[in-house]
Each structure stands twice: as C-alpha cells, then as structure tokens.
C-alpha cells in the first residue's frame, strides 16, 4: 500500500491526479458562473446603448437582435455547461470520496495492537468519515466558488480595462486588499478551526464510547452522570467552536470595510463622473454598475463561505493525524512469508518492556518445541499474556528475536505471521455480521459443508439451527446477540477452520460452563494434536494434560515443566495449585 502523504495539500493532489483530467474538465465547466455573471451585464448595457441611440422604433429588432441572439446563445451554452457538470461531479465525486476513505481505512487499520487501545475507535472512525466529506465540501468551495470568482475578477478587469484603464485599477487594487485580508487572518482561522474540529472529533469519540458501553450505564443507572461527563466535553467543543466563529468575523468586517470603499464607493464614483463627463455611455454605467455588483456579491458569497472553509480544512488536518501518527510494528522492506512446517518458538535474549520503569522480560531464553502443548500460568501482570502478544507481534522486541521454525518474526509479514496462529481470546467479540460469516472469517474460502462440522466440532452447531434465522442470524455489535459461551464456541468454531499450526487459548473455555467445557475440551483435543499449542488458564485443572508448564512471574518464568513436576517440586505452582479457589487462580498473592 502506498501511504498518502500527510501534508493536507499533498495529500488532496495525490488524489486528485487520479482524477485529473475528469477534475480539469469539470473545474472548466465551473467557470461557467463567472461568465453568466460578468457577460450578461456587458450584453445589457449593449442593448441598453442600442436603445438610447435608437431613432426609429421600427427598427428596435435590427438594432438589438446582434445582443439578444448572443444573450440567448449564452443562456443557453450556460445551462448546458451546469448540467454537464452536475453528471461530472455525479461522476467523480463518488470515486473521489471512496478512494479517500479507504486509503485512510488501510492505513489505519495498519496501526498496532498498543495504537488501538490507546485511541477511542469512535474517533477514529469519525476521522474516517470526515475526511472524503470535508474534502469535497473543499473542493466543491474551491472549484464551484473561490475560482469562479477569481474568473469573473480576471473577466472585469479586461472589459474594465477595455472600458477605461482607471476602472481596472480600482478593482484590481480591491482585489489585492481583500486577499490580503483573508491572507492575514488565514492562519489563526486555519488554528482556530483546527482545535475545534479536535474537540468535536473528541466529543463525537466519547459520544460512541457511551453507546457501546450503554450496557454499564443502564445497570449503574448512570445516565445523568454520563450527560454531565459528556457536558464538560460539549462545553470545550462550544467554546472552541466559538472562538473559530467569532475571530471570522473579526475577518469579515475587514472584508466588509474593504468591500464598502472599493466597489461600494470608489468604483461607482468614477462611473458616474465618467458618464457626467459624458468618456462612457448610459449602456456602460448599466454594465459597470451590475458588474460591480455581480463581483461583490460573488466575493461576499465567497467570503460567507471563507469560515466552512477553514472549518473543513481544520476537520481535514485533524484527521490527517491518523496518517501522521506513524505505524508502531510495520514489515521490514524485505519480509518474506512465514513458512510453518513444525511449530517450533524460539525466544533468543528476549527484552521488553511496555514503559522505562517496567520492565517485563529482560534477556528471555526459551524454546518451544514444535508439536508440544504449553500451559502458562501466574498471577494477573506476571507477563504471560505479553509472552503470547509478543509471539503475535503486537509489539516489537527491545532487544533479541522471536523465532519460529527458524524464521525471524520481525522478519515475516504481519499477515503471514497471523495466518499461521489461531487464537482464541477470553473475551472474544465477533462482526455484526451473521454467525455463518462470523465462523467463516476463519477460512473465507470454506464451504457450509466445512463451517457446519467445525460448528458441530465446537459444540455451537446445535444452538445455531434452533435460531430462527440459524446460520444467517445476525450476531449484534461485538456479539451481543448471542450469549458469552455462545460467542466462545463460535469463536472456538473459527479457529477450528482456520487450522492453523500454531494454537493460543486465552482462558478459551472460561465462559462456559463445567459441562460445555468438558465437551469442548474433548472436541479441542484432537485439535491440539500435532500442532503448538499455548494455554493460559487460571483454572490449572485445564493444564494439567498439558506437556509442559510455564510458571510466571514478575517478568521471569520461576518454574518449568509437566503438571506432576511441579506439584513434586513443591514450589510456586503448587502453592498456586492449593490456593485455586472454585478451581480458579485467584488475581493477585492478596486474594489468597
């Protein structure tokens, strides 16, 4: 994937020359309103002119018909020219947008493990969403209104000057004024309208935060505190929002001030002692009046929409973060694809740690042979959940290197790496999609033949025909449709049609119950065969078949081997064993 540059500017013509030639036509067809606005003026004061020297009015149709038909051509030629660009832009937008939205999506999805948990996937998502809308809204102001008045300004100028030369000074000189103007402000506008698309992007993050835990809200009964918590965020998005607002404002008085004494008063002064002074015609005062006005209102116009423009500029750099923020694991320039061909986990001088003062692994030296069932086990922050995210590669070594079958993680695909491992999670979360899709997800390429005996492999086939959709029923967000076992075995059921070569269980059957995990530890034992698989378990009775036993703590494995080893031995992990509560490892040494 070529990553889009995350300079706002770049980034818009990176885009735009996908398109261009589409764009140059359609900015030409734009042009359009600038000569509906500065020609039909100089057509009427022709005919205006046609008039007044007119000395019989049998001869009104010879005298006018030369502007008329010219009138009527341009009409005509103008509203073609608007509808060829609204099929244009029905066109080209559309792709526009798409194209925007899932270079931004790819590069996002792109980020690690530690990016997501850091950043609310409401914001993200609204950053997503922003960006091709605020991108066209900017386009559409630039090529339908900034330009096109920039055309009927360079038009004036030249009749002007055709006219009489001090006409085209006056209006050139108020041109430069108003750019300057706007020009002075720009920067603060830009900041200004920055900070304020921040915090609403923050407000709109929260906002979906609340909605995908409305759960804890209905049963803390917490809604008035989460509308006074939303509230304080809602005040900052207000008085940013105002600031933006208010300093535009402050832009356009200048605007105004200039607009006034320019157009207003020095043009239309030297119009109408021109005409006393008899160097232009009646028709030129009609066209230099209604061009004057023409001109203003389209730079008022332009002017009204300079606050939207900072707006969606400061929307624009705001989600361009996403772009900016730079990957935390990424591919080396010649990774190769991770061949698996038995499962062997090699940790060579392995050291870790998540910030400077803690510390999880330091010079880690242990292998893993290929085939062989692994049980880890500790108390909560012991690091044996880093072990398995550093074998994922959610984050990248200190120092050392992972191997599998001999093959540097670090210098593997993300994605051939993840292809090859199979992991079932603790708290596991499927699509909103349906449970046929969700279990397929393991294997897009399955048949129904093969997603019906993983289900019935894992136990979930039974309950998903008593739906009343059955395989097509649709699962909620994270899965919520569906009770948590329910999601455990559906879970189970993917990674059994993933057959992968390398197999995690993250506390994979701590949602179910005593009975449904005796089945489903059956069904995952032929699973296991032949294949490296670790376990983490608080429940150690699950560990107990298991080939080898890895004991954690504070960062170091204190005890290794098989279940009946390490009773023997007396030890950590027979203390832990005698202090299971339920059959559960309590969290900490305190819940003892």
């Known amino acids: 994937m070529q990553k889009p540059p995350a300079n706002l500017t770049k980034f818009f013509f990176f885009f735009l020359k996908k398109q261009w030639p589409w764009f140059l036509l359609l900015q030409i067809f734009y042009f359009t309103w600038a000569i509906d606005h500065t020609l039909f003026p100089y057509l009427i004061g022709w005919i205006v002119d046609s008039l007044s020297q007119l000395k019989e009015k049998s001869q009104l149709w010879s005298a006018v018909a030369t502007p008329l038909i010219l009138g009527a051509s341009l009409w005509i030629g103008i509203e073609i020219s608007y509808r060829i660009a609204g099929f244009l832009n029905s066109r080209v937008t559309p792709r526009f947008e798409a194209q925007v939205r899932m270079a931004m999506f790819e590069y996002a999805q792109r980020h690690s493990y530690g990016y997501f948990t850091s950043h609310l996937a409401?914001?993200?998502?609204?950053?997503?969403?922003?960006?091709?809308?605020?991108?066209?809204?900017?386009?559409?102001?630039?090529?339908?209104?900034?330009?096109?008045?920039?055309?009927?300004?360079?038009?004036s100028v030249g009749l002007f000057a055709h006219l009489q030369p001090w006409f085209a000074i006056l209006i050139i000189a108020w041109i430069v004024i108003h750019i300057s103007i706007c020009l002075l402000f720009a920067k603060k506008c830009s900041?200004?309208?920055?900070?304020?698309?921040?915090?609403?992007?923050?407000?709109?993050?929260?906002?979906?935060?609340?909605?995908?835990?409305?759960?804890?809200?209905?049963?803390?009964?917490?809604?008035?505190?989460?509308?006074?918590?939303?509230?304080?965020?809602?005040?900052?998005?207000?008085?940013?929002?105002?600031?933006?607002?208010?300093?535009?404002?402050?832009?356009?008085?200048?605007?105004?001030?200039?607009?006034?004494?320019?157009?207003?008063?020095?043009?239309?002064?030297?119009?109408?002692?021109?005409?006393?002074?008899?160097?232009?015609t009646t028709g030129d005062v009609v066209f230099i009046f209604n061009t004057t006005w023409n001109i203003m209102m389209m730079a008022w116009l332009a002017g009204l929409e300079i606050p939207n423009f900072f707006r969606e500029i400061g929307i624009c750099k705001q989600a361009l973060t996403i772009l900016k923020d730079p990957h935390d694991v990424v591919d080396s320039p010649d990774a190769k694809s991770l061949i698996v061909s038995s499962g062997q986990i090699v940790f060579e001088n392995v050291t870790f740690h998540y910030t400077p003062n803690h510390i999880v692994f330091r010079n880690k030296n242990i292998v893993l042979d290929a085939g062989s069932k692994v049980g880890l086990v500790g108390f909560s922050g012991s690091g044996k959940s880093t072990f398995v995210h550093l074998i994922l590669r959610y984050f990248d070594v200190e120092d050392g290197r992972i191997l599998i079958d001999n093959q540097d993680i670090a210098l593997v695909t993300q994605d051939s790496?993840?292809?090859?491992?199979?992991?079932?999670?603790?708290?596991?979360?499927?699509?909103?999609?349906?449970?046929?899709?969700?279990?397929?997800?393991?294997?897009?390429?399955?048949?129904?033949?093969?997603?019906?005996?993983?289900?019935?492999?894992?136990?979930?086939?039974?309950?998903?025909?008593?739906?009343?959709?059955?395989?097509?029923?649709?699962a909620g967000e994270r899965g919520v449709k569906i009770s948590g076992g329910q999601r455990q075995r559906i879970a189970i059921a993917r990674a059994i049609l993933k057959n992968a070569p390398i197999l995690i269980l993250d506390e994979a059957t701590s949602a179910l119950d005593s009975v449904t995990e005796q089945h489903i530890q059956e069904t995952l034992h032929p699973l296991i065969q032949g294949r490296t698989t670790l376990v983490i378990a608080h429940r150690l009775s699950t560990l107990s078949g298991m080939d080898r036993i890895l004991v954690f703590k504070d960062g170091k494995?204190?005890?290794?081997?098989?279940?009946?080893?390490?009773?023997?031995?007396?030890?950590?992990?027979?203390?832990?064993?005698?202090?299971?509560?339920?059959?559960?490892?309590?969290?900490?040494?305190?819940?003892?």
Request: charged share 20%; with cysteine.
């Open 557 to 592: 494995i204190i005890e290794d081997g098989s279940h009946d080893e390490l009773l023997q031995a007396c030890g950590h992990y027979a203390n832990l064993w005698d202090m299971q509560a339920g059959g559960f490892l309590p969290d900490t040494l305190e819940d003892e």
């Open 191 to 280: 900041e200004y309208a920055n900070i304020h698309a921040e915090t609403r992007s923050t407000l709109a993050g929260k906002i979906v935060d609340n909605f995908t835990n409305h759960l804890n809200v209905r049963l803390f009964a917490r809604h008035r505190f989460e509308k006074d918590y939303l509230l304080n965020f809602q005040k900052e998005e207000i008085r940013t929002h105002t600031i933006s607002l208010a300093y535009i404002e402050k832009m356009k008085i200048g605007l105004g001030i200039a607009a006034f004494l320019g157009p207003g008063v020095a043009i239309n002064w030297l119009m109408l002692y021109s005409w006393q002074q008899g160097t232009i």
């Open 417 to 474: 790496l993840y292809s090859q491992i199979a992991m079932i999670p603790q708290d596991t979360t499927l699509l909103h999609r349906t449970l046929m899709e969700n279990i397929r997800y393991g294997n897009p390429e399955a048949t129904d033949e093969e997603v019906y005996a993983a289900s019935k492999q894992a136990r979930c086939h039974e309950f998903i025909e008593k739906l009343p959709d059955k395989y097509n029923t649709l």
């Open 122 to 155: 409401g914001s993200l998502a609204n950053k997503i969403a922003d960006m091709p809308a605020s991108m066209t809204r900017i386009l559409q102001m630039v090529m339908t209104l900034f330009m096109p008045v920039l055309a009927a300004l360079a038009i």
